[in-house]
């Protein structure tokens, strides 16, 4: 922080990040009409309301004051600078969704688990939802590394741009089930039932689809009815499923039976991703391929939407030379992929330089000299 | 003569105002004076009447409903220009409504005119998904989550399709106002009658339903409801006061939604620290150090006013009630 001595430890990331971003051109479109936000070591956003006329001037800028966070405005704006937000002149924003790993005992460092879990979720965020829901093509969205413990999805779309708050809100809360009324999917006429076709959109298909994949699975189905142990009975309940039609075969309290297996499905991303992000249309969000200054790790677009692969503690290392002697100032645990082997507190030891990068941000560690 | 029913129908239209330049519109103090009729009941009746469909009245009603933008733009408020939208987008449901049996395709044409690109469906009409969000309540009816959404479109029934076409009708009309223009003196003289409606129906602006709230949360929910700026004590003390009379946040949320700085985040933050904290609501003393008492309703706290008791009281003693 201004005015402060900067210690070693903030000195030397800050010198990696320098090198980093004077040795790598990162791409970001509509640099001109984002407004920037950079952080320091104890504050992710130190600075904001910063313009520069390009992505060229940008990169000189970082490699400069090598910041230790990087985010940008969702928004597009015709003066990005200018303050109150009003004045900026806001031209429309990109929609984001932001995944984090969810709470648990693994505390700072997060644990494999944790990660795989969030990137579980963003995959279904692309895969059940802004794909086949929203219709969005590959080529308007993008995911990343938050640098942190979660994943960013960006749509650039021009059909999405212009909407308020409030649309963005509806749309966060359609993939969280937010306001979700379960019983309006079903309604009875005498002793039938009616429902959703597998074919409908939204939430009544997703069950419905679900529903019928998992009857082949015979618990299931013996939880919804015993009957459903002849197979010419499921073969009957299934292809009346097809047209909608939830009970031919007389199941007993089956719209509680109904009812929890949709629970039970976890169909919504419910809790998993942040609907006021989404809805914030003057939203700094994490610069893609920027450095994150908790971990030293980049937040690394992932190319083509391929999540699966991905292992962030692995692949978004930013630092793949040198080593640098460090002494573990907490007991650090073993992290898959960047803390190869648990290091007690007051340990001394050489490591290569990714891990040390990841070691002094998280304040795990200072430098041993 | 088709085409002219259509635009005197919806002469927010495109094709209308291609209409009536056509026609060439004249400043006679005929339609000066049935535009301020319109105007006038669109302000205090909130709806406009329809008139007979004969050629002469509705080549008429082109030259009205222009003169009308032209007047509420010499008025210029905010809030007139408000109910005068909503109430030529009802005007337009109800005519939207006729036509559905009789004439379809004016339905079509409207949507299309809006910008609106509905797809017809097996059962209904299909949306894109970013024109149904800005067009639609947020009711649980409309919720997404509640509506089938695939390759981004969303399925609407029939009846559905009207009342967002209504909407969009409205957002229209509303955003297109005031135009700016250095305006004729009649027209200027006719906005200035006008804008003296305005204190009588801002008066009666906020008709709440809920009778028992107590005057000094009217009169705060009132100049909300105005776009006018509340101090933050009178918005803590509304929002306490709300929270301890049962209402949901998002209903408390949607009373703060037309403050000038309206922001959802932090009035929704503010409202659930309300909530969580359990304030206490303050007691008629202190809302009147604060400056909000308007009334000496004697109900020692704003929660044990009933409009029953204290109401009678106040109107007993002549008192005023803002
Ligand atoms: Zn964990």
Redesign the pocket.
């Known amino acids: 922080m201004a005015g402060e001595a900067m210690g070693k430890e903030e000195a030397h990331v800050r010198k990696l990040f320098s090198k980093y971003y004077s040795e790598n051109k990162i791409a970001m479109p509509s640099a001109h009409m984002r407004e920037f936000g950079f952080g320091g070591w104890d504050k992710k956003i130190e600075f904001r309301h910063i313009a520069v006329p390009g992505e060229a001037e940008l990169m000189a800028k970082l490699a400069l004051e090598a910041p230790l966070y990087v985010s940008y405005s969702v928004a597009y704006y015709q003066f990005p600078s200018a303050r109150p937000m009003v004045r900026k002149g806001w031209r429309g924003a990109d929609l984001v969704f932001d995944l984090d ?2 709470e ?3 505390g700072k460092f ?2 494999q ?2 990660l795989d879990k969030v990137k579980q979720d963003a995959i279904k965020l692309i895969e059940d939802f802004l794909l086949p829901d929203f219709g969005f093509s590959k080529s308007e969205l993008s995911a990343n590394f938050s640098g942190g413990r979660g994943y960013h999805v960006h749509v650039k779309s021009q059909a999405v741009e212009q909407l308020d708050r409030s649309a963005r809100r509806e749309i966060a809360d359609y993939i969280a089930g937010t306001g979700l009324d379960f019983d309006r999917l079903f309604w009875e006429d005498g002793k039938k039932l009616f429902g959703p076709k597998p074919s409908d959109g939204g939430y009544g298909g997703k069950f419905a689809r679900e529903y019928l994949r998992r009857l082949d699975d015979e618990e299931f189905a013996q939880q919804i009815s015993r009957k459903l142990s002849k197979p010419e009975e499921k073969a009957r309940l299934k292809s009346a499923i097809q047209q909608g039609n939830w009970d031919n075969i007389g199941i007993a309290n089956r719209k509680r039976k109904l009812r929890e297996k949709f629970e039970e499905m976890r169909l919504t991303l419910a809790g998993r991703i942040d609907a006021n992000v989404t809805a914030d249309i003057t939203k700094l969000i994490r610069m893609p391929n920027s450095l994150h200054g908790g971990s030293g790790l980049c937040a690394k677009s992932i190319p083509s939407l391929k999540l699966d692969g991905f292992e962030p503690m692995r692949d978004a290392q930013a630092f793949r030379q040198g080593s640098l002697k460090i002494k573990a100032a907490e007991s650090i645990p073993e992290v898959p992929g960047i803390v190869p082997e648990k290091m007690p507190a007051g340990k001394i030891a050489e490591v290569p330089q990714a891990q040390a990068a990841y070691l002094l941000c998280k304040k795990a560690a200072v430098l041993a000299d | 003569m088709e085409d002219l029913l259509f635009c005197s129908r919806y002469p927010f239209t495109r094709k209308a105002k291609e209409c009536a330049e056509r026609i060439g519109i004249g400043l006679s103090s005929s339609v000066i004076e049935k535009a301020e009729k319109r105007l006038r009941e669109a302000a205090v009746e909130g709806r406009i009447r329809k008139v007979a469909e004969i050629p002469e009245a509705m080549r008429e009603e082109l030259a009205v409903y222009a003169t009308c933008r032209m007047i509420i733009s010499s008025a210029s408020s905010r809030y007139l220009i408000g109910r005068y939208a909503v109430a030529e987008a009802k005007r337009a449901r109800e005519y939207l409504d006729s036509d559905e049996l009789s004439k379809p395709e004016n339905i079509d044409a409207v949507a299309e005119d809006l910008g609106l690109a509905f797809e017809k469906a097996e059962d209904g009409f299909l949306l894109p998904f970013w024109l149904y969000l800005p067009f639609t309540p947020r009711s649980l009816d409309y919720k997404l989550s509640n509506r089938q959404l695939a390759a981004g479109k969303v399925l609407v029934k029939r009846s559905e399709r009207r009342r967002i076409i209504e909407e969009a009708v409205r957002i229209r009309i509303e955003s297109s106002l005031p135009i700016k223009a250095d305006f004729p003196k009649e027209i200027q003289e006719a906005g200035k009658r006008i804008l003296g409606i305005l204190p009588k129906l801002e008066a009666s602006a906020l008709r709440l339903d809920e009778r028992d709230y107590p005057p000094c949360i009217r009169k705060l929910l009132e100049d909300l409801a105005m776009n006018a700026n509340v101090p933050h004590i009178g918005r803590v003390a509304l929002a306490i006061y709300l929270v301890n009379a049962g209402l949901s946040d998002d209903k408390i949320v949607d009373f703060f939604r037309h403050a000038p700085d309206f922001s959802e985040k932090i009035t929704r933050y503010q409202v659930e620290h309300v909530r969580a904290k359990k304030y206490r609501m303050a007691s008629c003393s202190t809302m009147d150090s604060w400056g909000l008492c308007v009334a000496d309703c004697r109900c020692g706290n704003p929660l044990n006013y009933k409009e029953s008791v204290h109401g009678k009281r106040l109107k007993a003693e002549g008192k005023k009630v803002e």
């Open positions: 790993a969810p648990h005992s693994c997060t644990c688990e944790c």
